[in-house]
């Protein structure tokens, strides 16, 4: 899949992903608008080109056009939330794996406030998991400083833990009000990894995740989780991120690549 959403400020390229048909949902464009991609990479000029752009250590942030992608995928669960009863809701629950410069967290956070119902209290968590600490640290500091509110208030944390171990990390649990209403991996998962996230998933509940081992093809995928528990799949098209895989790997990887 290629796409030329390239432009020279975040206003343009939301335009440009909106042109192309790939954001089509109001309360994600208005989070795309809100959260600039220019504050999470190094050079601002790159920040805005649709395409992949090194922030160190191995790691990538995506193309925006992926970004937009994964965030329509996730609106839907994120929308129906604000259907359900209030009495008888948790607090809405998203967990970004890989989160790396924390765009995505940050976008999230934004896709939750632009879906609350006026008048109601905003009751969500939107969790960051990194395993490169610079980079937790940084994308800390770089929503702190753009939404400090978010920090102050905890609905949105950045932990330092390996996304493929979710259990070891302190906060991400799976008790009923641990359980996450999306998950987002922002790196390919090897197909035997995939079930792990499957039981921190809340009945309703939607995994979007590039799936693949190495060697072959990547799919992005699409996990549902039914009112039973019951699991449900689909495909929506041919990706190529990085691996999901360990710090001393990806550091290895990013040396080489550097």
């Given at each position: 899949m290629a796409w030329c959403c390239s432009s020279k400020t975040n206003a343009g390229m939301v335009a440009a992903l909106q042109r192309e048909g790939l954001?089509?949902?109001?309360e994600v464009i208005e989070a795309m608008r809100r959260v600039d991609r220019g504050w999470f990479v190094h050079n601002p000029e790159e920040a805005y080109c649709d395409r992949p752009v090194p922030i160190g250590f191995g790691v990538t942030i995506s193309a925006p056009h992926m970004h937009a992608i994964m965030l329509e995928l996730a609106s839907a669960t994120v929308l129906n939330y604000r259907s359900v009863d209030q009495s008888h809701?948790?607090?809405?629950?998203?967990l970004d794996i890989g989160s790396g410069s924390g765009y995505m967290t940050a976008a999230f956070a934004s896709l939750c406030e632009a879906s609350w119902r006026e008048g109601v209290p905003q009751m969500f968590e939107v969790i960051g998991v990194e395993h490169v600490l610079e980079l937790q640290k940084r994308s800390e500091h770089t929503i702190k400083t753009h939404f400090p509110d978010w920090i102050q208030d905890h609905r949105v944390t950045l932990l330092h833990g390996d996304g493929r171990k979710p259990h070891s990390i302190a906060g991400v649990g799976v008790g009923?009000?641990?359980a996450f209403?999306?998950?987002?991996?922002g790196a390919t998962t090897p197909k035997a990894l995939v079930p792990v996230y499957f039981c921190l998933l809340r009945q309703g509940g939607t995994l979007v995740v590039p799936v693949g081992d190495p060697g072959e093809a990547q799919e992005l995928q699409v996990f549902t989780k039914d009112s039973e528990g019951d699991i449900k799949m689909r495909t929506v098209c041919g990706v190529q991120f990085v691996p999901l895989t360990s710090l001393e790997a990806q550091l290895s990887w990013g040396t080489k690549n550097t």
């Open positions: 954001i089509k949902t109001r809701r948790l607090p809405l629950r998203l009923s009000g641990d209403d999306v998950i987002h991996v």
